[in-house]
């Protein structure tokens, strides 16, 4: 629970300082125009840089963090669905399915898992304590 809480922290870390700092190159490669999405992608870019700080966060008080991972959770599904819908829509290129799916689709089974395990960690502090 705790590497894969780091290695996702750490990736969204640098992707996210990647869509801030170095966007132009990314439009280039997928082929969009530079000047009309710069600060809406430099915006998301720092949104995933605070998960990445989150997704550290949660991994070291992974109960006290909980609704970040839930955020993530979310994050990452919806994520997903946006990204392939653009691929469906014709307007991203079909190579994109798989960084959608490196980037996104990848942790939403394993970050389930481990809410659940968060649960049972809480409910297990719970009743130790007598409530």
Same mark, same amino acid.
């Given at each position: ?25 990314g439009f280039d490669l997928l082929g969009v125009p530079?000047?009309? %999405? /710069? ?8 949104? #995933?840089?605070?998960?990445? !700080?989150? *997704?550290?966060?949660?991994?070291s008080h992974p109960i006290e963090n909980k609704n970040v991972l839930v955020l993530g959770c979310w994050s ?12 469906? %829509? /014709? ?8 960084? #959608?799916?490196?980037?996104? !689709?990848? *942790? ?24």
């Amino acid at each position: 629970m705790t590497r894969l809480l780091r290695f996702a922290g750490t990736f969204n870390l640098l992707a996210g300082t990647c869509m801030v700092c170095l966007y132009r190159p990314g439009f280039d490669l997928l082929g969009v125009p530079q000047d009309q %999405l /710069g600060l809406p992608v430099q915006m998301m870019g720092f949104f #995933v840089i605070l998960f990445g !700080a989150g *997704y550290h966060w949660t991994a070291s008080h992974p109960i006290e963090n909980k609704n970040v991972l839930v955020l993530g959770c979310w994050s990452k599904t919806l994520g997903t669905m946006l990204g392939l819908g653009y691929v469906a %829509l /014709g307007q991203l290129p079909w190579w994109f399915v798989p960084v #959608v799916l490196a980037a996104d !689709a990848v *942790y939403v089974p394993p970050f389930l898992v481990i809410l659940r395990r968060i649960d049972q960690a809480a409910d297990e502090a719970r009743r130790a304590a007598g409530r």
